[in-house]
Nanobody
Protein backbone atom coordinates (compact mmCIF):
# COMPACT_ATOMS: atom_id res chain seq x y z
CA UNK A 1 0.00 0.00 0.00
CA UNK A 2 1.47 3.30 -1.09
CA UNK A 3 1.38 6.06 1.47
CA UNK A 4 2.59 9.64 1.40
CA UNK A 5 2.94 11.44 4.72
CA UNK A 6 3.57 15.16 4.90
CA UNK A 7 5.17 16.73 7.97
CA UNK A 8 6.72 20.05 8.85
CA UNK A 9 3.77 22.39 8.59
CA UNK A 10 3.02 24.94 11.25
CA UNK A 11 2.58 28.61 12.01
CA UNK A 12 5.21 31.16 11.08
CA UNK A 13 5.46 34.90 10.76
CA UNK A 14 5.68 36.52 7.37
CA UNK A 15 9.25 36.46 6.15
CA UNK A 16 9.97 33.25 8.00
CA UNK A 17 10.82 29.77 6.78
CA UNK A 18 9.50 26.24 7.00
CA UNK A 19 10.66 22.94 5.54
CA UNK A 20 8.08 20.34 4.61
CA UNK A 21 8.82 16.66 4.22
CA UNK A 22 6.92 13.99 2.34
CA UNK A 23 7.80 10.49 3.49
CA UNK A 24 6.88 7.84 0.95
CA UNK A 25 6.26 4.19 1.77
CA UNK A 26 5.03 1.24 -0.25
CA UNK A 27 6.92 2.31 -3.35
CA UNK A 28 10.14 4.01 -4.32
CA UNK A 29 10.30 7.60 -5.47
CA UNK A 30 12.77 6.43 -8.12
CA UNK A 31 9.69 5.40 -10.10
CA UNK A 32 7.61 8.53 -9.64
CA UNK A 33 7.59 12.14 -10.59
CA UNK A 34 6.81 14.10 -7.44
CA UNK A 35 5.23 17.43 -6.61
CA UNK A 36 3.85 19.72 -3.96
CA UNK A 37 0.40 21.22 -4.31
CA UNK A 38 -1.56 23.51 -2.05
CA UNK A 39 -5.17 24.37 -1.49
CA UNK A 40 -6.60 27.15 0.63
CA UNK A 41 -10.23 27.15 1.80
CA UNK A 42 -12.53 28.16 -1.02
CA UNK A 43 -9.73 28.04 -3.54
CA UNK A 44 -8.75 25.55 -6.19
CA UNK A 45 -5.79 23.30 -5.68
CA UNK A 46 -2.67 24.68 -7.34
CA UNK A 47 0.69 23.21 -8.19
CA UNK A 48 3.61 24.67 -6.28
CA UNK A 49 6.73 22.74 -7.25
CA UNK A 50 7.59 19.67 -9.28
CA UNK A 51 10.56 17.34 -9.32
CA UNK A 52 10.88 14.72 -12.06
CA UNK A 53 12.42 11.27 -11.85
CA UNK A 54 15.31 12.79 -13.76
CA UNK A 55 15.82 16.33 -14.96
CA UNK A 56 15.10 19.83 -13.85
CA UNK A 57 12.66 20.99 -11.23
CA UNK A 58 9.77 23.29 -12.04
CA UNK A 59 8.05 25.94 -9.95
CA UNK A 60 4.93 28.01 -10.01
CA UNK A 61 5.76 31.65 -10.66
CA UNK A 62 4.48 32.71 -7.27
CA UNK A 63 7.14 30.66 -5.43
CA UNK A 64 10.13 31.00 -7.74
CA UNK A 65 13.16 32.20 -5.86
CA UNK A 66 11.55 31.47 -2.49
CA UNK A 67 10.78 27.73 -2.45
CA UNK A 68 13.07 24.81 -3.24
CA UNK A 69 11.93 21.28 -3.96
CA UNK A 70 14.33 18.40 -3.47
CA UNK A 71 14.38 14.69 -2.76
CA UNK A 72 16.49 12.13 -0.99
CA UNK A 73 16.07 8.96 -3.02
CA UNK A 74 17.75 6.53 -0.57
CA UNK A 75 15.51 7.84 2.22
CA UNK A 76 12.44 7.96 -0.02
CA UNK A 77 11.63 11.50 1.10
CA UNK A 78 10.76 14.65 -0.81
CA UNK A 79 11.18 18.13 0.66
CA UNK A 80 9.90 21.62 0.15
CA UNK A 81 12.01 24.35 1.68
CA UNK A 82 9.97 27.53 1.94
CA UNK A 83 11.65 30.87 2.59
CA UNK A 84 10.41 34.44 2.71
CA UNK A 85 6.92 33.19 3.42
CA UNK A 86 4.01 35.49 2.66
CA UNK A 87 0.52 35.72 4.06
CA UNK A 88 -0.80 34.34 0.80
CA UNK A 89 1.25 31.16 1.24
CA UNK A 90 -1.17 30.12 3.97
CA UNK A 91 -2.68 26.87 2.77
CA UNK A 92 -2.86 23.12 3.16
CA UNK A 93 0.13 21.62 1.40
CA UNK A 94 -0.06 18.20 -0.22
CA UNK A 95 2.56 15.98 -1.78
CA UNK A 96 1.74 13.87 -4.79
CA UNK A 97 3.38 11.19 -6.88
CA UNK A 98 2.68 10.12 -10.43
CA UNK A 99 4.14 7.76 -13.01
CA UNK A 100 3.67 10.28 -15.80
CA UNK A 101 4.92 13.86 -15.82
CA UNK A 102 1.96 15.24 -17.73
CA UNK A 103 -0.49 13.74 -15.26
CA UNK A 104 1.32 15.36 -12.38
CA UNK A 105 1.52 18.76 -14.08
CA UNK A 106 -2.22 18.53 -14.70
CA UNK A 107 -2.83 17.82 -11.04
CA UNK A 108 -3.72 14.17 -11.55
CA UNK A 109 -1.39 12.44 -9.16
CA UNK A 110 -1.53 8.68 -8.69
CA UNK A 111 -0.95 9.02 -4.97
CA UNK A 112 -1.62 11.86 -2.52
CA UNK A 113 -0.82 12.61 1.06
CA UNK A 114 -3.29 13.92 3.64
CA UNK A 115 -1.72 17.36 3.76
CA UNK A 116 0.03 19.57 6.27
CA UNK A 117 -1.19 23.05 7.20
CA UNK A 118 1.01 26.08 6.73
CA UNK A 119 -0.18 29.31 8.32
CA UNK A 120 1.66 32.57 7.79
CA UNK A 121 0.77 35.51 10.01
CA UNK A 122 1.76 39.15 10.07
Amino acid sequence: QVQLLETGGGSVQAGGSLKLSCVVSGTTIRLHHMAWFRQAPGEEREGVAYIPIRGSTDYADFVKGRFTISKDVPKNIMYLEMNTLRLEDTSMYYCAAARTWLSLKEGRGDFWGQGTQVTVSS
